[in-house]
């Protein structure tokens, strides 16, 4: 279970003014629970995130995970980013093999993991490849795999499927419900996209911007396991998609810091 | 093109103006402008060359100083690489070393020669350090500058793996600032190479270096030269095998144009 309670982060910018990214944010996220957070760039929903994480401190307020303080990173919480962050040196086998290898896993073993996730995220053929030789939802799957590997009960995910097209991400999407079915890890997922964030979650988190504050907490009671097809025509899916592109339109535009 | 045909090609028109310059060579020797005692023409030196190249006598000179060379060069690597790699990862050692760096680097190191000689003695001791002191200073500002420039979510994935901080600085900052890295290493060598000659032709009883200014004091202008050729015919080996060597350290990394 995750707790975020009262957490603030402030930046000092460059002109050494104080900007107030992330202000009295709480939240609680259950066991196995799915939560999208949602909001326009520059909102601080990816600060909130890497405070989670532990990579970003936060200025005030603590984050609770399964009843201890997060000081930082652990591999309790798993992150996905963006930018899918792969090791370029490594091919695809060593780098979702290097956490485990690092951590003293028996070679074999560590293979064995490996090559198992691999096929999960349907890239097994692909363990000898560079990441550089590899489509963008190919990385993705990749990082996906990498983190899955050391066994996260909390997954992190930024934006991770913001950088790919829209074939390959609904691709994706649904693989990764597919994943979670299985053994329904706790989810926290950081995106901008209303239809995304209501066809993955159970609580959908709006959030403002300057300061990032918590706008509203949107319930989604859709039945799981879900059929993007079958949703697409669901008239409470679609209403919940109406619903909070209406509340995300009534915030003013910000500019980007 | 294909790539291998264009490396040739390129070989090829980086032929030309070598072959220019040995023409020019050999036109101010036919013309007069200079005694043949004094400038000889290429021809009698590149024979000299020839014969000397298979002399034992000659090769032990060599020898020695691509000895002083590959040791003070390959010093100066592991020591830049490590403190830079350690100046990124704790503002203690950054903080001792900064200041450190800020005040020798600019310090031109022959001037330390002397110094060296009359604390090392007039052997190998001196030379080595000589070129560890020249080389070592942009290997190391190559590779902290570089680490610094990682992208912190490479290194926030290791960590989240479990991976300790120190062990994400070795595994993770450092192959992913390898391009940098490397880049300090090859100025390194150059420089590597100039000292290593500079340094014996100062003071010493062997070595390319000393060959040439024993040959220069007693008039022998052909023997002058071939050392000279020896060196820049080392110095294009050594950056044939550095190339090859950074081609297969970088074989991950998207291409560099």
């Given at each position: 279970m995750i707790s975020i309670d009262r957490v603030s982060k402030q930046?000092?910018?460059?002109?050494?003014?104080?900007?107030?990214?992330?202000?009295?944010?709480?939240?609680?996220?259950?066991?196995?629970?799915?939560?999208?957070?949602?909001?326009?760039?520059?909102?601080?929903?990816?600060t909130l995130l890497y405070i989670v994480g532990g990579f970003v401190e936060q200025s005030s307020g603590a984050v609770i995970v399964d009843d201890n303080p997060v000081t930082g990173p652990g591999p309790d919480r798993g992150p996905v980013f963006q930018e899918f962050a792969l090791f370029p040196w490594k091919t695809v086998l060593g780098n979702v093999m290097y956490g485990l290898d690092q951590r003293g896993m028996?070679?074999?073993?560590?293979?064995?993991?490996?090559?198992?996730?691999?096929?999960m995220v349907k890239l097994s053929g692909y363990e000898?490849?560079?990441?550089?030789?590899?489509?963008?939802?190919?990385?993705?799957?990749?990082?996906?795999?990498?983190?899955?590997?050391?066994?996260?009960?909390?997954?992190?995910?930024?934006?991770?499927?913001?950088?790919?097209?829209?074939?390959?991400?609904?691709?994706?999407?649904?693989?990764?419900?597919?994943?979670?079915?299985?053994?329904?890890?706790?989810?926290?997922?950081?995106?901008?996209?209303?239809?995304?964030?209501?066809?993955?979650?159970?609580?959908?988190?709006m959030m403002t911007s300057s300061p990032g504050r918590i706008k509203d907490i949107i319930k989604i009671n859709l039945p799981r396991p879900r059929e993007r097809a079958a949703l697409l025509l669901n008239r409470r899916y679609q209403d919940y998609v109406v619903e909070i592109e209406k509340m995300m339109d009534e915030q003013p535009e910000t500019r980007v810091s | 093109m294909s790539p291998r045909v264009s490396n040739t090609f390129d070989m090829a028109i980086g032929v030309i103006p070598i072959a220019l310059l040995i023409a020019l060579w050999q036109g101010i020797a036919m013309s007069g402008a200079a005694p043949p005692s004094l400038l000889p023409p290429p021809g009698v030196v590149f024979g000299r060359f020839l014969q000397q190249i298979v002399s034992p006598a000659y090769l032990e000179h060599a020898y020695v100083t691509l000895y002083r060379l590959f040791v003070g060069f390959g010093i100066a690597v592991l020591a830049g690489v490590t403190f830079g790699i350690l100046m990124t990862g704790s503002k203690a050692v950054a903080s001792i070393v900064r200041p450190i760096v800020r005040v020798l680097a600019p310090v031109p190191k022959i001037a330390l020669y002397p110094a060296f000689t009359l604390t090392l003695g007039y052997d190998d001791a001196s030379k080595i350090a000589l070129v560890i002191a020249d080389a070592m200073f942009p290997i190391l500002l190559a590779t902290y500058q570089g680490a610094l420039a990682v992208e912190p979510k490479l290194a926030w994935s290791a960590r989240a793996a479990g991976v300790s901080p120190l062990k994400t600085l070795f595994t993770v900052i450092l192959p992913a600032a390898m391009p940098s890295v490397?880049?300090?290493?090859?100025?390194?060598?150059?420089?590597?190479?100039?000292?290593?000659?500079?340094?014996?032709?100062?003071?010493?009883?062997?070595?390319?270096?000393?060959?040439?200014?024993?040959?220069?004091?007693?008039?022998?202008?052909v023997d002058m030269f071939v050392p000279l050729i020896t060196i820049s015919i080392l110095g294009l080996l050594l950056n044939a095998a550095f190339n090859a060597l950074r081609r297969y350290l970088l074989r991950g990394f998207p291409e560099e144009k």
């Open positions: 930046f000092e910018t460059s002109r050494a003014r104080r900007h107030l990214a992330l202000s009295d944010i709480s939240l609680s996220v259950a066991r196995g629970e799915f939560v999208s957070i949602l909001g326009p760039s520059g909102c601080g929903k990816s028996p070679k074999d073993e560590a293979l064995a993991r490996s090559r198992e996730l691999l096929t000898n490849f560079y990441p550089k030789e590899l489509s963008g939802g190919m990385k993705q799957r990749v990082a996906i795999a990498r983190t899955l590997a050391y066994r996260p009960n909390i997954l992190l995910m930024d934006e991770p499927f913001g950088a790919l097209d829209a074939h390959t991400r609904t691709k994706l999407q649904n693989d990764l419900l597919g994943i979670w079915e299985k053994d329904r890890k706790t989810v926290l997922f950081v995106t901008h996209s209303v239809e995304e964030a209501v066809f993955l979650s159970d609580r959908v988190v | 490397l880049t300090g290493c090859r100025i390194g060598l150059i420089i590597s190479c100039i000292v290593v000659f500079l340094a014996e032709m100062i003071t010493s009883t062997d070595g390319l270096g000393h060959l040439l200014v024993r040959a220069a004091r007693n008039f022998q202008t």
